[in-house]
DNA sequence: TTAAAAAACAGGATTTTTCCCCTTTTAGAA
DNA sequence: TTCTAAAAGGGGAAAAATCCTGTTTTTTAA
């Protein structure tokens, strides 16, 4: 092959462009496809008479994100790798994506050499994970690994009251709505205080607004 | 004057570089400064043989952002454009930036061709809005018009209540958190809960979280 | 089938919250 | 100085939340 055949998936258009410009500046690679989301870019893939060799795969994008794409990508074409290429650096996504299938998660403020460097590695190693990303996985471990195994300990009954709990609804009011009776809610209440280590409502709802359970 | 001089602020280096590289293919444009943040722009400026007639101006950056950085600019330097391009869809951070005295605000996720429309506008008109900065300007006019009237009616005092009333503690501990008697307490609360219109604690912290009051 | 575990429910007591309506003190303007 | 508005404080009661200690029902696994 004379060349590496890349995929470009990313909707920031004026991005992707230029991104495609300047990877054609170089003949050993070539831009064979360039999609603004997942969605045309799967159509686009049983079309192509040429497949990528490697995908530089943004996150956030409408109809069909990144980390689905990528899921989607690693059934059925396991020999095409997938690079994140995006500004989310939150650690749960990270996570999500590399559990996806992909290579290796480049952050897009990063050194355009490392970003060719990434893509040979890729390549010729299979991955390719910056420094960034392994302090990343390490902070999840050290950090919220509390936090992740006390939500992972809750029951769906609990996330649901939880949810309920934080409106403005009275116990007897959640009660009703989740079809049980205000004693029953006492003792999710009770339940999930001891889970989070809450000792009120307030704290309780400060909880779930921490970490998203709202 | 042969072309137009740009300079590009922007700390995702990868995007910067290749964003450049479209520009330069386009003998109308050169792209005369590259900076990762406005701290460096501003240091290279001092130094510049040549002026850019065009700032492109990312928001999120280390040491100095670009709310700052145009906000330096358009003071000491009126006569150049800063144009804000950006992932950040916020509708109060695009406040801040107009405010601060950017002449456009593109989102990174445009098409290319409005992309040179925008910097030829900026040139010959002044300014280029989207119907896009329109809409979220109008959409703040109409939905946070009234939550920000709500918190500008609210006293320091009350303020501070809220800031512990988003806390596991009971009003009698906020009371001597405070320094006030429990029944003061109460009455910030009844006059909070009429303000932000909440029917209880909970709903007093979802709002301040909301709003950023805690 | 049966024992164990989980989910649902309950009585009762205490504390906290919420909601009235009211008085005193303080600070600032006329 | 005096009037007035804002801030601070209060009594009392109803509602809600919290915290116990239980029982009954349903699910699950052996």
Redesign the interface.
């Given at each position: 092959m004379e060349y590496i055949p890349i995929a470009i998936v990313d909707?920031?258009?004026?991005?992707s462009?230029?991104?495609e410009?300047?990877i054609m500046?170089d003949a050993k690679y070539k831009v064979v496809m360039n999609n603004a989301n997942g969605e045309d870019f799967i159509q686009a893939l049983s079309n192509a008479n040429e497949l990528p060799q490697v995908v530089l795969m943004d996150i956030n994008m409408p109809y069909k994100n990144g980390i689905e794409t990528t899921q989607w990508l690693s059934e059925r074409f396991p020999e095409i790798k997938v690079i994140a290429l995006t500004?989310e650096d939150d650690e749960q996504v990270i996570i999500k994506m590399l559990k996806a299938g992909a290579k290796g998660y480049?952050?897009?403020?990063?050194?355009?050499y490392l970003?060719f460097q990434a893509i040979e590695n890729v390549i010729n190693k299979g991955s390719f994970y910056t420094d960034f990303v392994t302090q990343k996985l390490l902070k999840i471990k050290i950090e919220d690994m509390k936090s992740s195994s006390i939500i992972s300990e809750l029951k769906e009954r609990e996330k649901e009251f939880i949810k309920w709990?934080?409106?403005?609804l009275?116990y007897k009011e959640i009660a009703d709505k989740m079809c049980l009776s205000p004693k029953t809610v006492d003792g999710y209440r009770d339940a999930v205080f001891i889970k989070l280590e809450?000792?009120?409502?307030?704290?309780l709802?400060?909880f779930a607004?921490k970490y998203g359970l709202e």
């Open positions: 909707d920031h258009t004026l991005m462009k230029a991104l410009n300047m500046e500004m480049l952050l897009k403020d990063m050194q355009p970003f709990a934080c409106s403005e009275t809450v000792k009120s409502r307030v704290g709802v400060l607004l």
